[in-house]
């Protein structure tokens, strides 16, 4: 399916002075496909030409399509001698590939050059003819949607989750080219940003090839990273969940700008699978097909490295000593669901899913965190016959992560995510998730309604479910402490959940929830190639250990029972080992109420130390309680015996449900042991300990008003305001090289954390009350004594009056992170209230939650009952929301789903009307916001045009002329921003969602006058429309369709 | 364990106010922060003074970035590194514009030369304010001058277009390059009681009817394209100025003047008689001005001639601002019944803007 790709170059503005005489420039233009180049007219003496070239028209394949960026070069004509360069543009025109995205770019973008930055900004206009070719061998993957969210996007709807796709690249990196000895920096940067943006390219299009071989039509959750691995190459790979998803039409329909019906006439020989010809062949796994990645398109540069594995011990967590450590992931037992394991076996190699939040129903039980690492030494001996050691290297992991998710009875992993570490010649490579049972009706080809599982179906309650263990507990080799839950008193739950995803919209939260990190420094010796690998790999489970004890101390302290969105980030340098694990704490209604920390000092006949110990114990003591009233941690109090030895009742019925292996004299023997014992104890026997509780209780609380957590929304917090402010800040500190012990550098990095906050608290405090949502640490060390800390986040404001708008965002939360069509919800409502209702307890709304603390011992029957009520509303009214947005198909209304949309949304309509910021007018540049988060609060995406993944590259020869370090990397960023703005602009959006900066390697050489950084950032570029302006355009239409609603309507009242 | 980089980059540019207030004052990073501390900021978040540190730094550093794209207002509406939204875009530059009245006292009708620029030093100790502060109000004079100097239309209309200012400053800066291309001298010991915004007031006046602008403004005269600025004074009304002198001159005149004020005052002024005494310094004064207004040196003087032969004279007798009034109009308006007198449009555009600048400048 070739196309033709056809651009215009309309003017420029701002550009620089190139002529010292004349003050001006000549300026002109080349543009650059492939191979193939067109230049402009040079427009004479101006700093602001107006080119209006003529359409410039490239005739390629779609393969090249998907690879090649268009190249703008932006040049000074000189009669004399050689022309100079201004700038740059690349632009990414696989946005332009599929149907329902962009169909035109057009816009201003800067000019960017790696020495100098942005240099004014050049107008141009791109478009892309693709004419169809049913070729039935092609090469590239036109017409698969890629999305860095990690749900499923909003305007879509899921019809399949496929699962996990892989890919990945090499090259030389031409920084590392013997060339680089002679061209200019500024050839090299430019070499190394083109060659990693055909590299993107490259991935890109073979994802979407597997991708269509899974009969899938999108990507979501794609997530590409560049392993910089200095002399060995370059490695660009990518990871990503297949899925056929299906448009939501409505939303968009509503907007004259999107309304394009000719466009989705266009995808159909793109999507459909039918249209290829690998379909029938596609019974082998997928990995297989990765086969000659190397032989391709790199025709100029052939790979001349392979890496050599050192399979210096796989440091998983199952290491011997520390068996106890994570004893979620751990239990072994294996109970067999049905027939839905293998289901997956059968077509997918790895049941992984890069997502971290689902549709409803789709997440059926958490087993907890698994994850796998990896030292490798990264040689450059030449050895053309194992070109791929790499991917070895990943399956290798992948099958660790597999297994120790089976050994969860767990036959999928969730909320999945790769990473490396790079020093020198050795590489950490870490995979994570989250060992989960599915729903097998979302995985399955074929028809929606045809695969549910009664079985699976009657043990789903909502606020818990997916808390419920999925192992056997009989089985479990280690005591782990299980309770019946707390919601429903039908099945066992862990005293404590560690999970990789989001928060589940309909899980039961007390409280709010709050980041907790945990941060540890281990030195290590200097030492080459194996040694060095050796003495990391045994380091790592040390590490891993230390970094979850502070975990379960913070969350402790906290008095909070689950981490969600946990990330563990391993960092290696030169003499030194970092951890940072981040994760936002909540408490799980479900689960028990977590026990306080325990002090025991180890000599009890000292009296002084004695009274130290009481003195700690009690400040411990204050903090958790302090803790429990600042995140509104109340749970309703329910006398022991309830919890303790569950009623006899509940047990003989759930035993009845979970007939196969239950024998009863172990329940209550393992019920027994659980209870009061449930204190964590810390030993104070050395002073390392010592440290550990003081570290404990240095943490400083964000000052009121503020929020923090690391997931996509703050749980607790439901009514965003729309305001939101994204930043990025980078913060790099040199340790004293004198003293360096681990406890110095332990206090080091934890206070260049908690300052970094403190900054943050303090710069966002115009917006208090305010939430810093989805907060990314990333830690590396440029240097022997440097350690450099970058945090991207988004702050938004709320609204204090919580209680009033409790319904409307609960109705915002599902809207925007589940996208279901209207029969999905159709379908979900009732199985809920006829199936879950009389006996589970739903999200509780606060106020109900106050009520019932507040009046203590409230029976758990009449509190579920009320808390139902507010839930089911919820969903109700989430689901005639969609309706809403459907009804101009359907003209008839209806009273009684008129009174409840009223009910549910005219206190949040009526706060982001006056909420919002006046329209900026005179404003030349349309405003992009940009956020990590998959939302924008507030406001509804309806339309996604494409994934940005942007790689930049900035080197300065004058570095305290740019302001030293921070003036250098300060404009740098904000250019990146500004760049990424620019592309979403002439894509026609207003917005970037799930944008995350995934690399930022800074490197610097004072002495020289020189740094030097590399940033990666990607994003999905949307159109969003204001609620506000939405509603205004909803409510005139009627609101129609009363029969689904009804029966809702008469269950919640 | 020390910090060698710490930035905070946020997708909408975080603006302090108080901190931009801070650094267009002048203060180096250390004495904002110090004055930050003095403010109770501390206290009010519970932020320690690194974090303080650290955050003026910041926001110094944007400022420093904003700086460049601030020398031409414009650029930073189309710009696309920083986004910031258009009340604060203008915020931005209408603080960066704003003076201190001690200083543009200093330097206004001065050149706006490197010699000037020299001085500033002694201008910042005489006034207190930071010499950085100085030398930004100085440049954003001198970049308006250069920039509005060689432009056709009106001087305030330019400059607002170009520089984004509000109505109010683009005035203030009218004034400032019109004395500044005028070179009025302001900076005499008997001009001290004088504000700024007197002075502003006059240039008003001047631009409105005395200047080449003033004469294309009526219905636009094709041929008037050759120079209609506001910045300099009619040449050819400076001469025809001269043709005023027979009102002093010619005796006879100069008497039947005097009879037809003092008539048409007579019991209306508390100072009478002392106008009466003083009528013919008065007239002289204020004619032989006008005469005068040929050569450039006279030109620069006007102000300290108007104080010396008119403000002083009238002052040192009492005369209240009310009595003054009465006096102008009845003065200016008599010159219409002298039959011997032709050049009753010269005279009422002399007059008449006179008039309003003398009334301004009458004060203590």
Not at chain 1, 2 to 15: C, E, N, T, Y
Not at chain 1, 60 to 81: A, K
Not at chain 1, 1027 to 1044: D, G, K, R
Not at chain 2, 53 to 80: G, I, N, V, W
Request: aromatic share 8%; charged share 25%; glycine share 6%.
């Amino acid at each position: 399916m070739p196309g033709k790709l056809k651009v215009k170059i309309v003017a420029g503005r701002h550009l620089p002075v190139m002529d010292r005489a004349s003050d001006l420039t000549d300026a002109f233009v080349e543009v650059k496909f492939g191979n193939t180049t067109f230049k402009t007219d040079v427009y004479l003496k101006s700093l602001n030409p107006q080119w209006n070239s003529e359409w410039f028209k490239f005739e390629v394949d779609d393969e090249d399509l998907q690879d090649e960026p268009l190249q703008i070069t932006v040049l000074d004509h000189d009669t004399y001698s050689a022309n100079d360069a201004i700038g740059k543009v690349y632009i990414d025109i696989d946005p332009l590939l599929y149907s329902e995205a962009a169909t035109v770019i057009s816009g201003w973008f800067p000019i960017y050059d790696t020495i100098h930055g942005i240099r004014g900004e050049i107008n141009v206009i791109v478009k892309v003819d693709l004419f169809n070719d049913l070729n039935r061998f092609r090469q590239s993957s036109c017409g698969v949607k890629f999305f860095c969210t990690t749900s499923i996007p909003k305007c879509y709807r899921a019809v399949i989750i496929h699962g996990f796709v892989e890919e990945l690249v090499v090259n030389e990196d031409p920084e590392y080219q013997w060339i680089d000895r002679i061209r200019t920096p500024r050839a090299s940067n430019e070499a190394r940003q083109r060659l990693i943006s055909l590299m993107s390219g490259e991935l890109q299009r073979k994802i979407g090839l597997k991708v269509l071989e899974m009969r899938g039509n999108a990507v979501v959750g794609y997530l590409q990273c560049f392993d910089l691995e200095g002399e060995s190459g370059l490695v660009v790979r990518a990871i990503g969940t297949a899925c056929t998803l299906d448009k939501l039409s409505s939303p968009a329909a509503f907007l004259p700008a999107c309304n394009s019906p000719s466009k989705e006439m266009k995808e159909s020989p793109l999507v459909h699978p039918p249209s290829h010809g690998c379909r029938s062949t596609h019974n082998s796994p997928i990995h297989t097909a990765t086969g000659s990645r190397l032989t391709q398109n790199f025709s100029v540069s052939v790979p001349t490295l392979i890496y050599t594995g050192m399979g210096s011990g796989s440091a998983g967590k199952e290491g011997g000593p520390f068996k106890a450590l994570l004893r979620q992931q751990t239990q072994s037992a294996l109970e067999q669901r049905g027939g839905s394991p293998h289901r997956f076996c059968r077509r997918r190699e790895f049941p992984f899913f890069t997502l971290t939040a689902f549709p409803p129903g789709f997440l059926m039980h958490v087993g907890g965190v698994v994850s796998a690492r990896s030292v490798k030494l990264l040689d450059r001996i030449h050895n053309p016959d194992e070109p791929e050691t790499r991917d070895a290297w990943w399956a290798e992991i992948r099958q660790e992560i597999k297994s120790h998710a089976k050994a969860l009875g767990c036959h999928a992993v969730v909320g999945y995510s790769e990473s490396t570490s790079i020093c020198e010649e050795v590489c950490i490579l870490s995979a994570s998730g989250t060992a989960a049972v599915l729903n097998p009706r979302f995985l399955q080809d074929g028809t929606v309604e045809g695969c549910l599982e009664q079985r699976l179906e009657e043990n789903l309650p909502a606020g818990c479910g997916f808390c419920h263990i999925p192992y056997d507990e009989l089985n479990m080799p280690f005591p782990a402490h299980l309770t019946y839950c707390y919601n429903c008193r039908k099945q066992k739950v862990p005293d404590v959940l560690f999970t990789t995803i989001d928060l589940p919209i309909d899980a039961t939260v007390i409280g709010k929830g709050c980041l907790i990190q945990a941060r540890l420094c281990r030195l290590k010796k200097k030492a080459q190639a194996e040694a060095n690998a050796t003495a990391i790999s045994n380091l790592l489970p040390f590490m891993e250990y230390e970094v979850h004890t502070q975990l379960m101390n913070k969350l402790k302290l906290k008095g909070m029972n689950a981490l969600f969105g946990l990330r563990i980030q391993i960092t290696v340098g030169e003499n030194m080992l970092m951890g940072l694990a981040s994760a936002t704490g909540v408490y799980l209604a479900a689960l028990p109420t977590p026990g306080g920390i325990q002090i025991a000092g180890k000599t009890p006949n000292d009296g002084s130390y004695e009274q130290h110990i009481s003195h700690m114990q009690k400040k411990i003591n204050d903090t958790i309680a302090k803790n429990k009233e600042l995140y509104e941690i109340n749970p309703p109090d329910i006398s022991e015996e309830i919890i303790g030895s569950p009623i006899p009742e509940p047990r003989q019925r759930s035993r009845l449900l979970r007939s196969q292996s239950e024998s009863s004299d172990e329940v209550t023997e393992l019920d027994l042991s659980h209870g009061k014992k449930d204190a964590f104890v810390l030993e104070i026997d050395d002073t390392d300990a010592m440290e550990d509780v003081h570290s404990l209780l240095t943490d400083v609380p964000p000052p009121s008003g503020f929020y923090s957590c690391n997931t996509e929304i703050m749980p607790g917090i439901n009514n965003w305001t729309s305001e939101i402010q994204m930043f990025t800040s980078v913060r790099v500190i040199r340790l004293s090289s004198l003293n360096l012990t681990n406890q110095a550098l332990n206090k080091n990095f934890n206070d260049l954390c908690e300052n970094l906050l403190k900054s943050l608290y303090f710069k966002l405090r115009s917006m208090i009350p305010c939430c810093l949502c989805h907060v990314n640490f990333t830690v590396s060390l440029p240097e022997d004594e440097l350690i450099q800390v970058t945090v991207t986040a988004v702050a938004i404001t709320f609204d204090k009056n919580q209680a009033l708008q409790t319904t409307k965002t609960h109705v915002e939360k599902s809207l925007q992170r589940v996208s279901t069509d209207n029969e999905e919800l159709l379908q979900f409502p009732l199985e809920l209230c006829s199936d879950s209702l009389p006996s589970h307890p739903f999200p509780p709304a606060k106020e109900h939650l106050e009520s019932a603390s507040s009046n203590s011992g409230i029976p758990a029957a009449q509190r579920a009952t009320s808390v139902d009520y507010s839930s089911f509303a919820d969903r109700c009214s989430s689901w005639i929301e969609l309706i809403k947005l459907k009804a101009q198909t359907i003209r008839r209304g209806s009273i009684k789903t008129t009174v409840t949309v009223e009910k549910a949304s005219p206190m949040g309509e009526g706060n982001f009307r006056n909420r919002s910021t006046p329209p900026c007018a005179n404003s030349t540049v349309g405003v992009v916001k940009m956020t990590p988060l998959s939302f924008i609060p507030g406001a509804k995406i309806t339309k996604y045009l494409g994934i940005i993944n942007m790689f930049f590259i900035r080197e300065t020869t004058s570095l305290r002329e740019e302001g030293g370090v921070s003036g250098f990397l300060h404009a740098f960023i904000a250019e990146v921003f500004a760049m990424v703005r620019a592309h979403v602009a002439a894509l026609g959006g207003n917005a970037v969602v799930s944008y995350i900066m995934k690399q930022c390697v800074f490197m610097e050489n004072p002495n020289k006058n020189q740094a030097q950084c590399l940033i990666n950032v990607s994003g999905d570029a949307v159109v969003f429309v204001r609620e506000s302006e939405l509603e205004v355009l909803s409510t005139q239409q009627p609101t129609a369709n009363c029969q689904p609603s009804c029966p809702g309507g008469e269950v919640t009242t | 364990m020390t910090s060698e980089l710490d930035i905070f980059v946020g997708n909408t540019t975080l603006i302090d106010e108080d901190v931009y207030r801070l650094w267009l004052d002048g203060y180096s990073v250390s004495d904002a922060v110090a004055l930050r501390v003095r403010s109770g900021i501390l206290e009010q978040t519970g932020a320690t003074a690194a974090v303080l540190q650290s955050d003026t730094m910041d926001h110094y550093r944007t400022f420093h970035m904003l700086e460049r794209l601030l020398h031409a207002p414009p650029k930073l509406l189309h710009q696309l590194i920083f986004q910031i939204p258009p009340s604060r875009q203008a915020l931005l530059i209408e603080r960066y514009y704003a003076f201190d009245e001690a200083f543009v006292r200093e330097v206004l009708g001065k050149k706006l030369s490197k010699g000037t620029k020299k001085d500033l030093d002694d201008i910042s100790t005489k006034t207190g304010i930071t010499l950085k502060s100085c030398r930004r109000q100085f440049d954003n004079f001198k970049r308006v001058f250069k920039v509005v100097e060689e432009m056709r239309g009106s001087l305030v209309d330019n400059i607002q277009q170009h520089f984004l200012l509000s109505d109010r400053l683009a005035r203030d800066y009218a004034a400032i390059v019109f004395f500044a291309n005028n070179r009025f001298e302001t900076g005499k010991k008997k001009l001290q009681y004088l504000s700024f915004g007197d002075f502003a007031y006059c240039a008003e006046l001047m631009i409105q009817n005395w200047t080449l602008g003033a004469v294309g403004e009526a219905p636009t005269s094709p041929d008037s394209q050759v120079d209609d600025m506001d910045m300099d004074l009619d040449k050819e009304f400076l001469q025809d100025l001269k043709e005023l002198k027979m009102l002093v001159a010619d005796k006879d005149l100069l008497d039947l003047h005097k009879s037809l004020v003092c008539t048409a005052l007579r019991g209306k002024l508390g100072v009478f008689s002392e106008m009466e005494a003083n009528f013919k310094n008065l007239s002289r004064g204020l004619v032989n001005v006008a005469a005068k207004l040929t050569h450039n040196k006279d030109v620069r003087d006007l102000f300290v001639d108007l104080v010396e032969k008119f403000v002083e004279p009238c002052r040192s007798d009492h005369w209240p601002l009310s009595d003054v009034r009465l006096f102008l109009n009845q003065y200016s308006a008599s010159v219409h019944s002298l039959d011997g007198f032709r050049h009753q449009a010269l005279w009422d555009r002399y007059m008449g803007t006179l008039r309003g600048c003398l009334l301004r400048l009458y004060h203590d």
